[in-house]
């Protein structure tokens, strides 16, 4: 399969805008102090096709901080280090029920494994990256993750510094993993490795690009550069349906029937396979941390463009 023609994709990429530019409801996050900053009223849609084509609208040239989208792409550069199955062993791939950034998941799971999309995971498959150094682990992350892009992206010192001043719980999650060896790295540099990923600046472009590139067997669509190997790819995809939206994963499964991850400065990546990613960026969240406008715009864009991985037709 394909998308659909480039006309019916851009109408309905403007149409969904329009339908919910104007709905107001969530929160934007402020656990984080600099997030807070950000304007409720941003909202970007855009769409990457598997061969490269690409349809966009709204506010999809604003950066902001990817912080968990940046989740199944740190784990797919863990899958090349470690390998999928041992990644699998050390992180665990099933879904916990339980917020981001739970402890209780932790204590709760008697092989105290959770997913590479919460926190815990997270900073676990960060642990694994390749590099002796928490210098050369974040080269890791920053390198692999602009080649997932397309282009060389840089991290937000302001968005560091505010949440490196309020990651107590990061930490502690990070101390607690390595208390039951499910730490692959020091805890307070896994934790300051994670927080610099976190802060990475994209769009809603570059979050589409990203996508697009797990939608295409792991090849960049647009630089034609092949970043993992399919078989990560795919299992990626299989982590990103089971945890994705955190405790919400299985509402936005039934609804939307594709893998998608969210994060809490407001951006969704969702991934069609074969066809294309699709990337939505607004800031008001709601209660489990998932971007109001982006789930509604992105369900609008599956249905409407036929992209729902359990139909039939
Ligand atoms: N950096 C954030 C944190 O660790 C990421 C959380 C998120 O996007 N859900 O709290």
Redesign the pocket.
Known sequence: GDLPGADQVRAVVDDAYQRYRTDTSGTV?D??PVLGKASPDLFGIYVVGARGQSYGVGDVETTF?I???S?PFVFALACHQVGYDAARHKLGVNGTGFP??SLIAVELNPARTMNPLV?AG?IAATSLLAGDTAEEKWQTVRTGLSMFAGRELTMSTEVYES?TAT?R??RGIAQVLESYGRLYFDPEAATDV??RQ??LEVTARDLAVMAATLANGGMNPVTGVQVLAPGVCRRVLAVMAIAGL?ELSGDWLYEIGMPGK????GGIVTVSPGKGGLATYSPPLDDA?NSVRGQLATKYLAERLGLNLFASE
């Open positions: 996050a656990y984080i901080s912080q968990s989208v989740k981001f950034d926190n997270a949440e990651n719980r990061n994670y927080t976190c802060s955190y969210s994060g809490v400065s941390g």
